[in-house]
């Protein structure tokens, strides 16, 4: 199932719109039910108005309905980790095992779980 995560990652990151950074990234999420959603990042001129491609994967899974992911696989050419707000968000919608794989352009992966990527997360567990 990774390689074909990494497939549809490497593929998202083909439709990135990246005119400031131009860095091209691609991500795809297995859900809990062995759905995947795939996502790409999207610059805006207002940078706050940036999304990056492992929240719009995540969101297209949401937004169907799939609230709980498995697995996700991170494609940049360098083999990039998820940004903090990306990381806050999978805690969001998985748990601390959630497996993470960062791919680059020479086939290298690097797997985490998130609780490596963020050990302190805020999660809705605090607002209980």
Not at 96 to 107: A, H, R, S, T, V
Request: net charge negative.
């Amino acid at each position: 199932m990774s390689q074909d995560l990494r497939l549809k990652a490497q593929k998202a990151s083909e439709e990135a719109y990246s005119p400031y950074s131009k860095v091209n990234v691609g991500a795809a999420v297995e859900t809990s039910e062995g759905d995947i959603y795939s996502g790409c990042n999207i610059e805006n001129a207002s940078f706050g108005g940036t999304v990056c491609a492992e929240r719009v994967a995540i969101w297209k899974a949401v937004s169907e309905g799939k609230k709980e992911l498995k697995k996700i696989y991170v494609y940049t050419d360098d083999g990039w980790p998820p940004c903090g707000l990306c990381l806050q968000t999978m805690s969001e919608f998985s748990s601390p095992e959630l497996k993470i794989i960062m791919g680059d352009k020479d086939g290298k992966e690097t797997t985490k779980t998130l609780k490596d990527l963020l050990p302190f997360a805020f999660t809705p567990q605090h607002m209980e």
